[in-house]
C-alpha cells in the first residue's frame, strides 16, 4: 500500500492548485453531471472538446500524466463485463457500450484530476463550509489519518501468520484472516478509547473541534 | 458493487440519492443528539476498520478471492444508524481515494451499501438475534449482500446500462458467491470478538 | 508554592487489579519530578488520575482546586498531556489540524491560532510542516508535533508519558532539550533513567502499588539498593 496514495501531488504550487477547492468541487460535480444528462448522440462529438479541456488542466497542474492515467484505469475491470454483456445480450450493444465508456471514463478522469489538485484538508473544509454534517466530516478524518495505520497493521499480522504457517494456503486462511480482522477491530476500539483521552485533554466536549 | 459515474440515469439518480439523503439527515439528527462524545472517535476508527478490512483478499479456491463489505459487520457492532454513517463514510472516501464508484452515484451507492446492508441488514439480524445470534448474523449478512446485488442490478437496469435478464442473472450469480462469503466471514469475526473481548458484542446499538 | 497536591489516592482497575493505594505527594511549581518503576507500577495511570481520564478514590489539589467532574474541563486548560504513541495524540490528517485543535476552546482567535501553530512549530524545530500528514513522520518528527501541540496550549503543567521511547540517541537528545526548554511544572513518567536523571529535580519511584521513595533525582537515581530492589539500575551518569 503506497502511503502517499492521495496526497502525494494535492501539495504542488499551480494556478490549478491555487483555485479555490470549492470551484473545483463544483466544476466536476458539473461536468460529470453534463456527462450524465447529455444523450448518447451529443456525447460522441462533446467527449473530444470536453477531453481536450482536461488534459489542458492536465497540463497546468503538472501532475505527472503517468499517475491520472493509472488512477483512471481503475475503471477497466467495471467496464469490461458490462461491455461483454451487452455486446452479446442488446441491439446496438456496441455502440451503446462506447458511450457508456466515453461517460464513465471522463468522469473518472476529472475526479482523479480533482484529488489530484485538492489536498484532503481542504476538501473537508470545503465541505464543512457547505454545512455537511460535522459528525461526517470527524468520520471521514478520522478515517484518513488511520485507514493506513490499520492497513500497516493488518499487513504485519498477515505477514507474521505466513511465517509461522510457511505460505498461506489450506480452507484454515478464511479461519485465520476473520481471527486477524477480529484483532484488528479490537484494537481499533482500544485506540479509539486512546485518542479520546487525548481529545478530552485539548478541550474536546463532545461539540466537535473541527476548525 | 460500486456504480461509477456515467452508468446511471438521471431519474435513477434522483430516486437514490433522495433515499440515502434522507435518511443521511435522520441519521445525524439522531446521532447528534444522543450520542457519548467517546463514540466520535469510535465510529472514526470503526470508519477505518471497514476501510481497512474491504482491502483483504480471503482466497478461496481456483485462485478466486472473496472481499467483506464489513456493513452488517459494523451495524451489529455499534447499531444500525452508527453503522449507516460509517459505511457511508467508507462510500465516500472510497469514490475519492481509489475511484471505486463516483461522485454523481454515491447517493446510488449508498443506497446499495449503507441503506440496504447497513441499516436493513441489521434489522434482518434483529429478527433472529434473540434465538440465534450466529446464524442471524449469516442470513443477515448473506441476504445483505444478495438484496444489495439485486437492487443495484434493478438500477442498471432502469438505467439502460445492463440488458434486462443476463444483467439480472449475471449479477446474482456472482454476488451468491460474495453473499456467502460475506456471511461466514461476519460470522467467524463476530466469534472471534466474542471468544476474545465479548464486552464489544454489549456495546450501545444506535 | 505547590501545584499539584495528592492525598491518599487510590484506584483499582475494572479487573480488579489495584494500582496504587493511598498515595500522597506534593509538587512544587517549576518543579520537574520524574515518575519510575517497573512495569505495570501504575505510572501512567497516575498521569491518567491527574487529568481527570480515571475515577480514582481521594483528593487531587491542583492549583487550589480539588479536582471534580465539575471543573476537570477548567483543570485540563492548565494541563498538557504528551501520551506515550503519538499515533494516538495526533488524530487529525494533518500537522496544522492537530496542534490547533482545541485552541478555540481556550479563547483564542482564528489569527492567534494561526499565529500560536506557527510558533510552536518553529520551538519544536518543524518550521514549514503545517501541512505534513501526520502519518508520513518519522517517529521523531511526531513526538515533537505532540510536543508542539502540548506547547501551544501554553500550560501550567506538562505531563509526558514515556516521551523518548523507540527513539534514536540524536531524537533522544533533541526532545530532551525541548523538554528542557519548557519552564512550567513537569511530570515526566520514563524508563529513560538518563533522561530522568539529566532534566528532573526530584524522582519518585512507584512499586507494588505505594511510594516506594521520593526525594532529590541525585540522591535516588545513584542509591543502588533502593534501585535495584525496584527492578531498576543506576543511570550511567551517576555510575
Request: charged content about 15%; overall charge positive.
Amino acid at each position: 500500500m503506497r502511503h502517499s496514495f492521495w496526497d502525494h501531488f494535492s501539495g504542488l504550487d499551480t494556478p490549478v492548485h491555487r483555485l479555490s477547492p470549492g470551484v473545483k468541487i463544483l466544476f466536476v460535480i458539473l461536468l460529470v453531471l453534463i456527462l450524465t444528462i447529455l444523450p448518447g448522440d451529443y456525447i460522441s462529438f462533446s467527449a473530444l472538446p470536453l477531453l481536450l479541456l482536461l488534459i489542458i488542466i492536465l497540463i497546468f497542474s503538472r501532475v505527472p500524466v503517468k499517475h491520472v492515467v493509472k488512477r483512471t484505469l481503475v475503471i477497466l475491470p467495471l467496464i469490461i463485463p458490462v461491455i461483454v454483456l451487452n455486446s452479446i445480450f442488446m441491439e446496438s450493444g456496441l455502440s451503446h457500450s462506447l458511450i457508456l465508456s466515453v461517460r464513465s471514463f471522463l468522469s473518472i478522469f476529472s475526479l482523479v484530476l480533482l484529488v489530484s489538485v485538492t489536498r484532503f484538508s481542504d476538501i473537508m473544509k470545503t465541505l464543512s463550509r457547505w454545512h455537511f454534517p460535522r459528525i461526517m466530516i470527524m468520520i471521514l478524518s478520522f478515517m484518513y489519518r488511520y485507514f493506513f495505520l490499520l492497513t500497516g497493521e493488518m499487513e504485519k499480522m498477515i505477514r507474521a501468520v505466513k511465517l509461522r504457517s510457511g505460505g498461506t494456503g489450506g480452507s484454515g486462511i478464511f479461519k485465520i484472516y476473520s481471527q486477524i480482522l477480529a484483532i484488528l477491530f479490537i484494537k481499533s476500539y482500544e485506540r479509539a478509547e486512546r485518542v479520546y483521552h487525548a481529545m478530552l485533554m485539548r478541550g474536546y466536549d463532545g461539540n466537535g473541534g473541527l476548525q | 458493487m460500486h456504480i461509477p459515474d456515467g452508468f446511471l440515469s438521471l431519474p435513477v439518480l434522483i430516486s437514490t440519492s433522495a433515499v440515502s439523503a434522507s435518511l443521511l439527515y435522520i441519521s445525524v439528527k439522531k446521532l447528534d443528539k444522543e450520542i457519548r462524545p467517546e463514540r466520535i472517535p469510535l465510529m472514526g476508527l470503526s470508519a477505518a476498520f471497514v476501510f481497512t478490512a474491504q482491502l483483504l483478499s480471503f482466497p478461496v479456491f481456483g485462485g478466486t478471492s472473496v472481499h467483506l463489505t464489513g456493513a452488517v459487520l459494523i451495524s451489529i457492532l455499534l447499531g444500525p444508524l452508527s453503522g449507516f454513517l460509517i459505511t457511508t463514510s467508507a462510500v465516500l472516501l472510497q469514490a475519492f481515494l481509489f475511484q471505486h464508484g463516483g461522485i454523481i452515484t454515491a447517493g446510488a451507492n449508498i443506497m446499495n451499501i449503507a441503506v440496504i446492508q447497513a441499516v436493513l441488514g441489521y434489522y434482518i439480524f434483529k429478527i433472529f438475534s434473540n434465538k440465534l445470534y450466529i446464524s442471524g448474523a449469516f442470513i443477515a449478512a448473506f441476504s445483505a449482500v444478495f438484496i444489495a446485488a439485486a437492487i443495484c442490478a434493478v438500477e442498471l437496469i432502469v438505467s439502460g446500462t445492463i440488458p434486462l435478464k443476463a444483467g439480472m442473472i449475471a449479477m446474482l450469480s456472482s454476488h451468491l458467491f460474495a453473499g456467502v462469503g460475506e456471511g461466514f466471514i461476519t460470522v467467524l469475526i463476530l466469534g472471534m470478538i466474542k471468544k476474545l473481548k465479548p464486552g464489544l458484542l454489549e456495546l450501545k446499538k444506535i | 508554592m505547590t501545584i499539584v497536591e495528592v492525598k491518599n489516592i487510590s484506584y483499582t482497575y475494572p479487573d480488579g487489579i489495584e494500582v496504587f493505594k493511598n498515595i500522597s505527594f506534593k509538587v512544587a511549581e517549576g518543579e520537574s519530578l520524574g515518575i519510575i518503576g517497573p512495569n505495570g507500577a501504575g505510572k501512567t495511570t497516575l498521569l491518567l488520575a491527574l487529568s481527570g481520564l480515571i475515577n480514582n478514590s481521594g483528593e487531587i489539589i491542583i492549583n487550589g482546586e480539588i479536582k471534580s467532574e465539575k471543573n476537570i474541563n477548567d483543570i485540563r486548560k492548565k494541563i498538557s498531556f504528551v501520551f506515550q504513541n503519538p499515533d494516538d495524540q495526533l488524530f487529525m490528517p494533518h500537522v496544522e489540524e492537530d496542534i490547533s485543535f482545541g485552541l478555540n476552546k481556550l479563547g483564542y482567535s482564528e489569527e492567534e491560532i494561526n499565529d500560536i501553530v506557527k510558533k510552536s512549530l518553529n520551538s519544536a524545530g518543524l518550521d514549514g510542516f503545517e501541512l505534513r500528514s501526520s502519518h508520513h513522520l518519522s517517529l521523531g518528527q511526531k513526538k515533537r508535533v505532540c510536543l508542539a501541540a502540548a506547547f501551544a496550549r501554553s500550560p501550567e503543567i506538562l505531563l509526558l508519558d514515556e516521551p523518548s521511547n523507540e527513539l534514536d540517541p540524536g531524537g533522544r537528545k533533541e526532545l530532551a532539550g525541548l523538554i528542557q526548554d519548557f519552564k512550567g511544572t513537569k511530570l515526566i513518567v520514563s524508563h529513560d533513567l538518563n533522561m530522568i536523571g539529566e532534566i528532573c529535580d526530584n524522582v519518585m519511584i512507584l512499586n507494588n502499588s505505594i511510594i516506594k521513595a521520593i526525594g532529590g533525582s541525585k540522591k535516588i537515581l545513584s542509591d543502588k539498593n533502593l534501585m535495584e530492589s525496584n527492578s531498576l539500575e543506576v543511570p550511567y551518569i551517576y555510575r
